[in-house]
């Protein structure tokens, strides 16, 4: 079946950097653009980042509140996408999640927590 399992969550202090993976099976990983979301405590969840898939040129695309600081990307051989976050805010805490596009289909992960505070 469709998994999407995101790890590389955690506690960092502001400042601080974490990777975080998804690790996608059970679909066709390349026919999918990949994206990651967050969502804040009492916040509607918004996108964060981008990529779209290797034969539409894995093309990357970033929220303006990230941009500069973190970074998308796709390991097609081992299914799995990655979300670097480098100089994180407090305003980064959130619960950051997977998700699979093509065209109106759609899969999500379970989230994973990033909490940045000293």
């Known amino acids: 079946q469709v998994q999407l399992v995101e790890s590389g969550g955690g506690l960092v202090q502001p400042g601080g950097s974490l990777r975080l993976s998804c690790a996608a099976s059970?679909?066709?990983?390349?026919?999918?653009?990949m994206s990651w979301y967050r969502q804040a405590p009492e916040k509607e969840r918004e996108l964060v980042a981008s990529?779209?898939?290797?034969?539409?040129?894995?093309?990357?695309t970033y929220a303006d509140s990230v941009k500069g600081r973190f970074t998308i990307s796709r390991d097609n051989a081992k299914n799995t996408v990655y979300l670097q976050m480098n100089s994180l805010k407090a305003e980064d805490t959130a619960v950051y999640y997977c998700n699979a596009r093509y065209y109106t289909m759609g899969y999500w992960g379970k989230g994973v927590l990033v909490t940045v505070s000293s």
């Open positions: 059970g679909f066709a990983f390349t026919m999918y653009a």
């Open positions: 990529i779209t898939r290797p034969g539409d040129g894995s093309t990357t």
